[in-house]
């Protein structure tokens, strides 16, 4: 079993940056591969960033490529998402996930644990 709480949402503006954190309890936290989703209103939730257990491999969304990058701290049981050059598109909530599943999986439903969520907001 995993818990997850995100942090560092915010309002930004175009251009600007913001540091996500999830921070995960629960000992398998260091064997699971872990990723961000998020989802605007009226739309789907969509796949962000992945990245395996050991932090050696990472996946991203054509549309983030170049300004987020995703990292773990496996001693510290967080995992982070650096958003830079947010544009308004990037606004939406953002969620943590966690899946023991081998693989970088950019499909929500492999994932078996979410967080809450926290709010991105980029203005123009």
């Known amino acids: 079993q995993v818990q997850l709480v995100e942090s560092g949402g915010g309002l930004v503006q175009a251009g600007g940056s913001l540091r996500l954190s999830c921070a995960a309890s629960?000992?398998?936290?260091?064997?699971?591969?872990m990723g961000w989703f998020r989802q605007a209103p009226g739309k789907e939730r969509e796949f962000v960033a992945a990245?395996?257990?050991?932090?050696?491999?990472?996946s991203y969304t054509d549309s983030v490529k170049g300004r987020f990058t995703i990292s773990r701290d496996n001693a510290k049981n967080t995992v982070y998402l650096q958003m830079n050059s947010l544009k308004p598109e990037d606004t939406a909530v953002y969620y943590c996930?966690?899946?023991?599943?081998?693989?970088?999986?950019?499909?929500?439903?492999?994932?078996?644990?979410w967080g809450q969520g926290t709010q991105v907001t980029v203005s123009s």
């Open positions: 996930a966690a899946t023991p599943r081998s693989g970088l999986s950019v499909g929500a439903a492999r994932y078996d644990y």
């Open positions: 629960g000992r398998t936290f260091s064997s699971n591969t």
């Open positions: 990245i395996n257990w050991s932090g050696t491999s990472t």
